[in-house]
């Protein structure tokens, strides 16, 4: 069970069933989030290329919501379109 806890004005904790993780990832579409923080396009252009050569993937969509602190407007799309996503990271 993973809690998710907001920071808004009251503190209520959320009980969220985790997506169970795929047993595979040959055949599925990969996308790829790049969440605006510094080098984060970089590191997940090497990392989506990493598992480009270890996987055979349908298909690797790319999504850039440009600035870190702001919510990001793909996630319905992300879900709608890809097997399993990677999330930006950076400093």
Known sequence: MTFVVSPLTETTAVAVEP?????????????????GK?????????????????????????????????PSPYIDEMAAKCSFVLNGVGH
């Open 38 to 70: 510094e080098y984060s396009e970089f590191v997940l252009h090497a990392i989506a290329d990493e598992l480009a050569a270890r996987y055979r993937f349908k298909e690797i969509l790319w999504w850039n919501k440009r600035y870190p602190a702001t």
């Open 19 to 35: 997506v169970p993780r795929p047993l595979q990832l040959d055949g599925g579409t990969l996308g790829v989030h790049i969440n």
